[in-house]
C-alpha cells in the first residue's frame, strides 16, 4: 500500500510540470477572454445570419414591385440603384458571415488567433476589437494592399 502512494507522488508532480506554459501551438489567450470573443463571434453569427435572412425576403420583394412598374423607366432605373445597393450590403454581410463561421471554426481547430499567413499569434488587442481576423495587422495591410 505504501509502494502505491510513493509511485503516485512523483506521477502527480510530473502532471504539473507537463502543463503548457507558453505552447508554441495555441496562442497564450486567457480562457475567459477567448470565451468573451466566442460569444461575441456567435452573436454576431446570428445577426447577420437574420439580415442575409431579411435581405433575402426584401431583394424578392423589390423584384415583384419592379415588375408591377416596368413601364416607368425613371422608377426602373431607381429601383435597380436600391436593388444594387442592396446586393452590396447583402454581400458584405455574406462575406463577414463566411469570416466569422472561418474565425468560429480556428476555435474549434484551436488554431484561433493564429495569423492564416505567418501563423503568429494575432495582438489580442485587435481581436478584441476585430474578433474574426484571420490575420495579423502587418499581413492584413500586406493582403489590402494586393487588391
Ligand atoms: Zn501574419
Known sequence: MSDMTADLTPALESTDDALPSGSAEA??????????LRKQLLNRAAALRLEL??????AAL???EEMDRVGDRKDAAAEAVRLTVADAEMQ????EWHEVEAAL???????YGLCA????????QRLQSQPAA????ACQQQAEARH
Open 92 to 95: 458584405r454581410d455574406l462575406d
Open 105 to 111: 471554426q480556428r476555435l474549434r481547430d484551436h488554431r
Open 134 to 137: 484571420s490575420r495579423c495587422t
Open 53 to 58: 435572412a431579411g435581405a433575402q425576403g426584401q
Open 117 to 124: 499567413d505567418c501563423e503568429t499569434a494575432i495582438a489580442l
Open 62 to 64: 423589390g423584384r415583384d
Open 27 to 36: 496562442p497564450a489567450i486567457p480562457p475567459p477572454v477567448l470565451d468573451a
